[in-house]
């Protein structure tokens, strides 16, 4: 199965995930900037922060480079593992400051192939990361505050298994919001960015394919060039205030757009493109909504609600290249790919009991969704004689969720233990599907796309593979045991599995259902 991100990543309330193929790197943030990690469990926080946050939210707080202290750091270890970096105030008035801050880090790497299996065309895979942020605050008054931060980041993959392979990735973010309180302990708060992105990959084909018997005769060639260009712009701003027993009542709306310009080069081992594919696709999205938690005066209960309505547009894709045959002749093609539009409409609600100083049961129930990512609906490449079709037609997956579990104390406060048991129905469930797996089934599939008949022999795309169910257990444990040490441990088991398949993949066997889905663990182990 095909990796599926449900799970909204966010640095300061932006969202992090990337916008092209939703994955997090994670060398974008280095670990000095953190000041704490705040995350929402389960699928209730989808009424506040809609798609992605199917699997709850992780927000990473950075802070600001201090005022009044130039703060430098570096450390060494092995592979050649470099991490080094400053921050410090640039100026500093009344009412602005201003503070810089510069990571680098960068390793040789270690080759993931043990060594009797090792071609001598491979390599260690060794990276590179710069990151600059540039970040300015504003408070002209007691009651406002506002922020400027301007990101650049740069990470390389130097090499990647194969010499001749690599990857690079830019990322230029500028984000800016703020928050206005008022008298009536109201308050507006806003959030709105722009981000410039770049993937450079060059992956590596053998000749003949490389085997873990015959390693040392697979010659590695440059199969694949490709420059993804895409971009992302977003909005959020709510309301905020207390309406007598209603407390942190949030009215807003958000916006995002995304697009994308997708050029892809491949390759034969002797060095003839074989092909130019020409990606392009845009995404938009616009939420209103409305959540808050109802405080009883006599009763120690607290109802916490969420209403949301997500409106979700694809549009503006097409597909185009030119296909070459080994005499060199050129078959350009081009079409526009489907547009269509969803909207879903994603309540919550969630219950907590405070039955004494000790334990609280707690129960919720919500609906969500997931849009499918940029690179699911409209990226086709092709590997040799197999190719990953688009799919502009994929429908957003949408969750029926429900939770019941109990948090327990101890008189001191020094351990807890919660226990949460869930279910999740999920329609629309996206994996990828292999379609054909020979030239006989695959040259139907591929008639009229300019394609030459018998160059396909496995065609793959991402399908609405039908309904899901994921339901289980997790437990988590705190303890502190001094001043100085706290132990937390956690466990989770999860029965995940189709319920029904929609669609026929060509497969043999069948495509399973009522088996564990390879992409969710069956139980994960945290401490």
């Known amino acids: 199965t095909s990796t599926n991100v449900n799970t ?45 946050a199917m699997g709850g939210v992780v927000n990473i707080v950075t802070r600001p480079p201090q005022d009044d202290k130039l703060s430098v750091y570096a450390d060494y270890g092995s592979y050649n593992t470099l991490n080094t970096g400053f921050s410090g105030a640039l100026f500093k008035t009344d009412k602005v400051s201003m503070g810089l801050s510069y990571d680098y880090s960068q390793t040789q790497g270690y080759n993931l192939t043990p060594e009797q299996y090792r071609s001598p065309y491979m390599t260690a895979t060794g990276s590179q990361v710069n990151n600059l942020t540039l970040y300015t605050l504003f408070t002209p008054s007691a009651s406002s505050n506002y922020y400027a931060k301007l990101n650049l980041n740069t990470t390389s ?109 491949q390759f034969a081992a002797n060095g003839f493109n074989s092909a130019n594919l020409i990606n392009k696709g845009q995404n938009t999205f616009q939420g209103i909504f409305v959540t808050g938690t109802y405080k009883f005066k006599d009763a120690p209960v607290d109802v916490n609600f969420g209403l949301r309505e997500d409106f979700y547009q694809v549009n503006n894709s097409s597909l185009s290249g030119t296909i070459y045959t080994p005499g060199k002749a050129a078959a350009p093609f081009g079409s526009g790919l489907a547009s269509n539009s969803y909207t879903s409409f994603d309540p919550s609600l969630g219950i907590k009991y405070y039955a004494n100083d000790n334990l609280d049961l707690r ?125 937390n441990v956690g466990f989770t088991q999860t029965w995940a599995y189709l319920n029904n398949s929609d669609y026929d993949s060509g497969s043999s066997p069948a495509d399973p259902t009522n088996v564990q889905l390879g992409q969710v663990p069956p139980w994960m182990v945290n401490a």
Request: glycine share 10%.
């Open 8 to 52: 909204l990543v966010m640095v300061d309330g932006i969202p992090f995930n990337d916008p092209f193929f939703r994955t997090v790197n994670w060398a974008r943030i280095p670990k000095n900037s953190i000041d704490s990690v705040e995350v929402i469990r389960g699928g209730g926080a989808t009424s506040l922060w809609g798609n992605l």
């Open 157 to 265: 993959e130097t090499t990647a298994t194969w010499e001749p392979a690599s990857n690079k990735w830019n990322n230029y973010v500028l984000s800016g919001g703020g928050t206005t309180r008022f008298e009536d302990n109201s308050s507006i708060n806003f959030n709105a960015w722009g981000s410039f992105q770049q993937m450079k990959t060059t992956n590596a084909g053998q000749t003949p394919t490389y085997n873990i018997r015959t390693p040392n005769i697979g010659i590695p060639y440059v199969s694949q060039d490709e420059t993804d260009n895409y971009q992302s712009y977003g909005l959020s701003a709510f309301y905020q205030k207390d309406f007598g027993q209603f407390k942190d009542v949030k009215i807003g709306v958000d916006g995002r757009l995304i697009t994308s310009d997708d050029n892809i080069n």
């Open 363 to 487: 129960a919720g129930i919500y609906r969500n969704f997931a849009a499918p990512g940029m690179n699911q609906l409209y990226r086709t490449f092709l590997s040799g004689s197999s190719i990953t079709i688009a799919n502009p037609n994929l429908a957003p997956q949408t969750n029926f969720g429900q939770e019941i579990g109990f948090d327990l104390r101890t008189k001191a406060k020094d351990a807890s233990l919660s226990f949460t048991l869930f279910n999740n129905n999920l329609s629309n469930f996206i994996d990828g599907a292999t379609m054909c797996t020979s030239v006989a089934t695959c040259n139907p599939l591929i008639a009229g796309t300019g394609l030459a008949a018998g160059s396909i022999t496995q065609l793959r795309q991402n399908v609405n593979a039908g309904s899901a169910t994921l339901r289980g257990y997790e437990i988590l444990t705190q303890a502190t045991v001094s001043k100085t040490v706290k132990l």
